[in-house]
């Protein structure tokens, strides 16, 4: 497993200390693993007066005889010491005074995080590092001025990104006093391709497949129902799995919007063709019932004589009303009639609805509709799903 080999440089009342750190995070955390090679160091004046100044160092392997402040990592679940072949531990005293005191250990830290934006989510790890029973009137924790902590070159973890680090102090006041504390924050950001390439493309392709069904033809009932039933199971179990890897929460994240949003749209995909089936039944049992009374609706055609009409066209989108009533001896009458015109607005031509008289039947138009709608609508939520999480992504630093 990738590590992040950090160093911390530190001062305790007075005394420098050095800490290097390699950290594997696994995914998800929490918990959080860290293998941590530990040194740290003191500044004592009697080794100064002791050692020759030509000496560059002197190393001790009894570092029980050694004086160490009482460290320890207050987010730290596990922990042990590494001995294989040897102890990993080692100790240096200086000429000028300082001791070096160097141990190799592995830890799992607690890492609380906020999954509200996964997987576009930033998070924030933090190592702390405490006094645990002397306080600040015996033993004080300072970070070393200029660069405290630095970290491997070349550095590769398989989900996420190291993209800072802040160094901060943490003391803690209890009734017993007040103890020193350090902490380092990791700001980490998760690596999105991973994720791209394994839910939302998939995903996706499950939508335009559901779709295929609006352009089968109405009778083929089979075809479209294992169609939507199939891209239906196989949605569900994709948002299974992707829930089943992660904790469970009791917010809403990014990853539950779009995976809920998509079983919604297999699920309409689904729900059209019961409305389409629906609609040709419908339509075929009106022409049912057209073919069994066709003489009624001839004998109600013939009953109005075209020649009896009422208004007739006069070419210029006017209607010009006939006479009800004919007396020869009243021309005058009869011309003042004739003259009287109906002037009515010539109709707008709607167009789409004259577009969808070309089909036919109800059901053929609910399957027009839906090849239109359903992309146009999932595009937009594209549009605000991408907008929405890409720019929030500081909110899970937090």
């Not at 609380?112 to 996964?118: A, R, S, T």
């Not at 089968?216 to 939507?228: C, I, M, T």
Request: hydrophobic share 40%.
């Amino acid at each position: 497993m990738p590590e992040t080999f950090l160093a911390f440089d530190l001062i305790t009342s007075g005394r420098s200390s050095v800490f290097a750190f390699a950290w594997p995070l696994l995914t998800p955390p929490p918990p959080i693993s860290l293998a941590a090679p530990v040194l740290f160091g003191a500044f004592d004046d009697r080794s100064a007066t002791l050692m020759s100044r030509k000496l560059k160092y002197l190393t001790l392997t009894e570092a029980s005889r050694v004086w160490m402040p009482d460290l320890f990592f207050s987010n730290e679940k596990e922990g042990h010491f590494h001995n294989i072949i040897m102890p990993n531990v080692y100790i240096r005293i200086f000429p000028h005074g300082s001791v070096l005191y160097s141990i190799r250990i592995s830890l799992t830290l607690s890492c609380p995080m906020n999954l509200k934006l996964y997987p576009l989510d930033r998070q924030t790890c933090s190592l702390r590092m405490a006094s645990y029973g002397w306080t600040t009137d015996d033993l004080v924790f300072l970070w070393k001025e200029g660069d405290p902590v630095q970290v491997v070159k070349n550095l590769h973890l398989p989900r996420f990104t190291l993209e800072k680090f802040l160094t901060d102090y943490c003391n803690s006041k209890t009734n017993t006093g007040e103890y020193s504390c350090l902490k380092v924050d990791l700001l980490f950001k998760r690596e999105f391709s991973y994720y791209l390439i394994q839910i939302y493309i998939p995903c996706c392709m499950l939508v335009i497949v559901s779709w295929v069904s609006f352009w089968l033809d109405q009778s083929a009932v089979p075809a479209r129902v294992s169609l939507g039933v199939t891209t239906l199971l196989t949605m569900a179990t994709q948002t299974s799995g992707i829930n089943a890897s992660l904790p469970p929460v009791s917010y809403t994240k990014a990853i539950d919007v779009w995976t809920g949003v998509c079983l919604t749209f297999v699920f309409g995909a689904l729900l059209e063709f019961a409305l389409v089936n629906y609609a040709s039944r419908s339509d075929m049992h009106s022409d049912n019932i057209k073919k069994q009374f066709p003489q009624n609706e001839m004998e109600h055609s013939s009953s109005i004589d075209p020649s009896s009409e009422l208004l007739e066209p006069d070419g210029s989108a006017n209607f010009a009303m006939k006479p009800l009533v004919r007396h020869p001896e009243d021309s005058m009458s009869m011309d003042k009639l004739q003259q009287c015109e109906i002037h009515m607005q010539p109709r707008k031509k709607n167009c789409c609805r004259s577009w969808l008289s070309k089909f036919p039947t109800r059901s053929k138009r609910i399957d027009v509709i839906s090849r239109i709608f359903f992309p146009i609508v999932f595009a937009f939520f594209n549009l605000a799903y991408w907008s929405t999480y890409l720019f929030r992504e500081d909110e899970g630093q937090e």
